[in-house]
Nanobody, 120 residues
């Protein structure tokens, strides 16, 4: 099995910064796309940013220029650096990872979520 452990959420004032981390562990053979999604109260989960194994990134328009996604493959970890935070960035942030485990078994897993609260 593959597990994800997220960290780095918290309370920050508008204009501040936070860095989220998500570490994957288990019988991982390879990791493909790693990403961050968020869900605000009363809304659907939405994509924030993704990064492929080759380093290609994709961002939601609302976070472009403020958030940076990166990964360290040797640590099976993905990061989300969030700068110039706004109250509308508040929500639970979820990590999502897909890849292969036990050599050839495909998997896709979600983290437990970490709460980010941005005060005005």
């Amino acid at each position: 099995q593959v597990q994800l452990v997220e960290s780095g959420g918290g309370l920050v004032q508008a204009g501040g910064s936070l860095r989220l981390s998500c570490a994957a562990s288990g019988s991982i053979s390879s990791l493909n796309t790693m990403g961050w999604y968020r869900q605000a109260p009363g809304t659907q989960r939405e994509l924030v940013a993704t990064i492929t194994s080759g380093g290609d990134t994709n961002y939601a328009d609302s976070v472009k220029g403020r958030f940076t996604i990166s990964r360290v493959n040797s640590k099976n970890t993905v990061y989300l650096q969030m700068n110039s935070l706004k109250p509308e960035d508040t929500g639970v942030y979820y990590c999502n990872v897909d890849g292969l485990r036990d050599v050839f078994r495909y998997f896709a897993v979600w983290g437990q979520g970490t709460l980010v609260t941005v005060s005005s």
